[in-house]
C-alpha cells in the first residue's frame, strides 16, 4: 500500500509564504505524477499543480507565479506557496500515481490546513 503524508501547513498573514511537503512511501517502482490539489469551504477540490518524470511542470491559473512545485529523490513532492491570498485558503491533499509490483497505484494524503487570515 502507498502512502501520503503532508505537512508544512498553517496560519500565514497575506503576502506570507509556507512550504508544504508530501512523503510517499511503500513498495513503489516508479512515479509518474505527484501533484497537490486544494479544496476551500463550500468549493469543490480543484487542481493546483503537479509534476511529471521528466519534472514539467502544470499549474492552475490562479497560482501561476506564485506557487512552485518540486520533487527530490522521486518520492518527496513540495509546494513552495508565495504571495499568499486569503483566496488560497483551503486543505490542500497531495496526489501521486504510478506503479508498484504488479499493478498500478493512485493514492491521496489526508490533507494539510492553510490559512491565510491578518
Known amino acids: 500500500q502507498v502512502q501520503l503524508v503532508e505537512s508544512g501547513g498553517g496560519l500565514v498573514q497575506p503576502g506570507g509564504s509556507l512550504r508544504l511537503s508530501c512523503a510517499a512511501s511503500?513498495?513503489?517502482?516508479?512515479?509518474?505524477?505527484m501533484g497537490w490539489y486544494r479544496q476551500a469551504p463550500g468549493k469543490q477540490r480543484e487542481l493546483v499543480a503537479t509534476?511529471?518524470?521528466?519534472?514539467?511542470t502544470y499549474y492552475s491559473d490562479s497560482v501561476k507565479g506564485r506557487f512552485t512545485i518540486s520533487r527530490d529523490n522521486a518520492r518527496t513532492v513540495y509546494l513552495q506557496m508565495n504571495s499568499l491570498k486569503p483566496e488560497d485558503t483551503a486543505v490542500y491533499y497531495c496526489?501521486?500515481?504510478?506503479?508498484?509490483?504488479?499493478?498500478?497505484?493512485?493514492?491521496w494524503g489526508q490533507g494539510t490546513q492553510v490559512t491565510v487570515s491578518s
Open positions: 496526489y501521486a500515481a504510478g506503479r508498484i509490483v504488479g499493478s498500478s497505484f493512485d493514492s
Open positions: 511503500g513498495s513503489i517502482v516508479s512515479i509518474s505524477v
Open positions: 509534476i511529471g518524470r521528466s519534472d514539467n
